[in-house]
């Protein structure tokens, strides 16, 4: 369990008393139990296993091959259902979008920049888009699959963002859960089986022996820990909320509700007294009482557990309160609360079409050809009849006379109802799968325009909506996790080295080293929302919003201000910032422009001033009378 032992770096061994540890694990054993024993989970992993087998072709039972073989009839599989689960994989991979992160307001504009530019880094890194399209196929086929989020690595001082998927059977969700991003569920387990070296390697104290002994004791009781088959062990690592004492109280520090439980309280209480270091050099420091209201609220801990065995346990150490487990589900079936995939309801059509093939080549391998009747010596070259009668050139030669005395019986017809169940099974996997004809590039018409086309495959595609606004949300929650642990564990000065001089001269817009002014770009704070290339109602607010300006500006030249434009634009932050930099400098310029001139008028008129103040008399002239 890779992901089990790099996270054990950045938590803390089981503390607490033996009787305090024997009450952990008695209730994380129970859970287990309870998990694995529920009716969801056990029809899952029944259902599950056989849509993987029609999904590789292996589509019958051994009762079923013993039974053709014994008939001596074939066994061939026409597998309609790979490609069709294939042409779902491959229709999310060229729809595929990717997460961005929205400031919910304008002065994060900039940090959110930053941080697209992070994410997208660390997206790469880990592969997660490719995570992401495995575990929408195995969520096609089996009807669920988990990524799981995690800061790890060899390094304890600098932790690496981790993003692992892992197959729907080695995860037990609380039965009880119906919310779709877990954030009802009670708890999650993941499980993973281990050489006895490879657990002793990481944890010196476990006792196999222990465990083998545990889980002989308790069949059918406790879950199992012990594979006798192959002699491995299993790691549990639980995640699971309790509720616990939480203090809520607005934080002088930022200014804005924030929660701590009781402990922690404490200790931010004594540190404001004493004294916070700010980032600019100064101090806060209050000798004022913290206003704070407790209640009950769910916090999430952790487990790492094999039967008797507490091998760590603690509080989460991730911020975000969630637990780090990433459902991506297919169908549900709300009645028995447990996800099935495509293939669960295409495999009776399946083994219906399989069975109509094969009874229909049975009996064209065994229904009477048409038999050869002929009088005795009428036929001249009848040895050569037998062997080249097949032959399309092939000349039967009869005595003379002898054409009345043979002829060949009329060959038994096949029932065309067999043509009409193939065709109707095959559409039937069509329809239930959701990839009709169109969708899977099959030609129907020759003469069909092109626009009528697109329609349909349109049309086809919104009968996939379930599936597909699954995996939207699955994408956006795991996006959410990998922006929260980032925020938690990557410093300033990393982030910056990964975004380059950009990232750099976006954050010095904006240079606010107090926490409480607008603007602060610590990439601890900032308030982001994730959505798949923004959201249909923010894209669609802003651009009919966008629209009615520039319009109402068009017809009124000089009444909406350009800054109000590119507010409702969807510009990247530094793109608006460069439009609004040359903005700035063309008034600038244009104001200097003005007031040069202005000063330019006033020396005139100065001039023209003091010139006719300046300017002599003009002599008097004497008009002489006639």
Same mark, same amino acid.
């Given at each position: ?30 859970w287990l139990l309870e ?380 029932? =065309?109802?067999? /043509?009409?169940? %193939?065709?109707?099974?095959?559409? &039937? *996997?069509?329809? #239930?799968?959701?990839?009709?004809? !169109? @969708? ?82 610590? =990439?601890?704070? /900032?308030?982001? %929302?994730?959505?798949?290339?923004? &959201? *249909?109602?923010? #894209?669609?607010?802003?651009?009919? !919003? @966008?629209t009615m300006l520039s ?46 001139e202005m000063q330019l ?26």
């Open positions: 369990m890779a992901n089990i032992i790099a996270e054990s770096d950045i938590t803390q061994k089981a503390a607490g008393g033996d009787a305090e540890k024997d009450a952990i694990l008695t209730k994380l054993n129970n998990g694995e024993r529920s009716t969801s989970e056990t029809l899952w992993r029944e259902e599950s296993e056989e849509d993987y087998k029609f999904y590789a072709g292996d589509q019958d039972s051994a009762e079923v091959i013993a039974s053709l073989e014994a008939q001596k009839r074939p066994i061939s599989v026409y597998n309609e259902i790979k490609p069709k689960v294939d042409m779902l994989i491959g229709i999310a991979a060229q729809a595929r979008q990717t997460p961005i992160l929205v400031p919910v307001g304008t002065e994060d504009e900039a940090l959110t920049e930053v941080m697209n530019g992070v994410l997208i880094y660390y997206r790469q890194k880990t592969k997660t888009a490719r995570k992401e399209m495995d575990a929408f196929g195995h969520t096609v086929k089996g009807g669920r699959s988990f990524i799981h989020t995690y800061m790890g690595g060899d390094n304890p001082f600098q932790p690496e963002l981790q993003v692992v998927r892992i197959p729907g059977r080695d995860v037990v969700v609380d039965p009880d859960s119906i919310e779709y991003d877990l954030s009802d569920a009670k708890y999650v387990f993941i499980s993973k089986w281990f050489d006895e070296e490879d657990i002793i390697g990481k944890y010196p104290d476990y006792d196999a022996n222990a465990v083998k002994v545990f889980s002989q004791q308790y069949v059918g009781v406790k879950p199992t820990y012990f594979n006798e088959a192959n002699h491995k062990y299993r790691l549990v690592e639980g995640w699971y909320r309790e509720f616990v004492p939480i203090y809520w109280f607005k934080n002088p520090l930022t200014g804005k509700p924030d929660s701590l439980k009781e402990d922690e309280f404490v200790k931010f209480e004594k540190a404001v007294r004493d004294g916070i270091p700010l980032p600019d050099g100064k101090t806060f420091q209050s000798d004022e009482p913290i206003q704070a209201i407790k209640r009950m609220g769910k916090r999430v801990k952790y487990a790492i557990f094999s039967g008797s065995m507490l091998l760590e346990e603690g509080p989460s150490p991730y911020k975000h309160n969630d637990l780090p487990v990433v459902l991506f589900g297919a169908y549900k079936n709300e009645d028995e609360n447990r996800w099935f995939g495509a293939i669960t309801m295409a495999k009776d059509p399946q083994r219906a079409l399989n069975t109509t093939r094969r009874q229909l080549v049975h009996l064209l391998q065994v229904s009477p050809k048409g038999i050869l009747i002929y009088e005795t010596g009428t036929i001249v070259n009848i040895d050569e009849y037998e062997e080249k009668s097949s032959e399309p050139n092939f000349r039967m030669e009869v005595t003379r006379g002898g054409l009345d005395k043979n002829k060949f019986t009329t060959q038994p017809q096949i029932s =065309v109802i067999y /043509g009409q169940l %193939d065709e109707l099974f095959s559409q &039937s *996997v069509k329809d #239930v799968v959701g990839t009709q004809d !169109a @969708l899977m590039g099959i030609q129907t018409s020759s003469r069909e325009p092109g626009v009528t086309l697109q329609k349909r495959q349109e049309t086809g595609i919104a009968v996939l909506y379930t599936m597909f606004e699954n995996f939207r949300e699955s994408r956006i929650a795991l996006a959410k996790q990998m922006v929260s642990l980032i925020q938690q564990y990557e410093t300033t000065e990393r982030i910056l080295r990964i975004e380059g001089p950009e990232g750099a001269q976006l954050l010095k817009i904006n240079s606010q080293t107090n926490p409480q002014s607008e603007g602060f770009n610590d =990439v601890s704070f /900032g308030e982001f %929302d994730a959505r798949i290339d923004e &959201s *249909v109602e923010n #894209v669609t607010m802003k651009a009919f !919003a @966008l319009q109402f500006g068009a017809n009124n030249p000089n009444t909406i201000p350009p800054d109000l434009l590119m507010e409702y634009s969807s510009l990247p932050y530094s793109a608006k910032q460069r439009v609004r930099e040359f903005n700035q400098m063309q008034m600038e310029r244009e104001d200097a422009k003005f007031k040069a008028k006033v020396r005139e008129l100065d001039i023209k001033e003091k010139a006719a103040e300046n300017k002599p008399a003009a002599p008097a002239t004497i008009k002489k009378s006639k």
